[in-house]
Nanobody, 126 residues
Framework: QLQLVESGGGLVQPGGSLRLSCAAS????????IGWFRQAPGKEREGISC????????NYAASVKGRFTISRDNAKNTVYLQMDSLKPEDTAIYYC???????????????????WGQGTQVTVSS
């Protein structure tokens, strides 16, 4: 069964850091672009970062650029999202997703992504 599982969420103070992981089971991530998305209560889902299958291309939303870093370790079948300088407005459920066909150019838009994880809660609060 194809599955993506996010982990690493939690409660952190403003200015703090978290690293989210997206691990795949039942398939290898090598051939898939991976995106990170988030959804806050009462808000639409937002694509915040994505990475090409090779790892050679990345995209970031303006809201996280310079603070978040996406990376992948295909040997571990895992994609990461390093989140630094966290703000209260980063509070949301974070999801990772895999695209069967890499959007060209690389885009962090939900309808390009076919497999989704269940999400992990990130709360930024003092």
């Amino acid at each position: 069964q194809l599955q993506l599982v996010e982990s690493g969420g939690g409660l952190v103070q403003p200015g703090g850091s978290l690293r989210l992981s997206c691990a795949a089971s039942g398939f290898t991530l090598d051939y898939h672009a991976i995106g990170w998305f988030r959804q806050a209560p009462g808000k639409e889902r937002e694509g915040i970062s994505c990475i090409s299958s090779s790892g050679g291309s990345t995209n970031y939303a303006a809201s996280v650029k310079g603070r978040f870093t996406i990376s992948r370790d295909n040997a571990k079948n895992t994609v990461y999202l390093q989140m630094d300088s966290l703000k209260p407005e980063d509070t949301a459920i974070y999801y990772c997703a895999a695209a069967n066909r890499q959007p060209r150019p690389l885009r962090c838009v939900a309808h390009y992504y076919d497999y989704w994880g269940q999400g992990t809660q990130v709360t930024v609060s003092s």
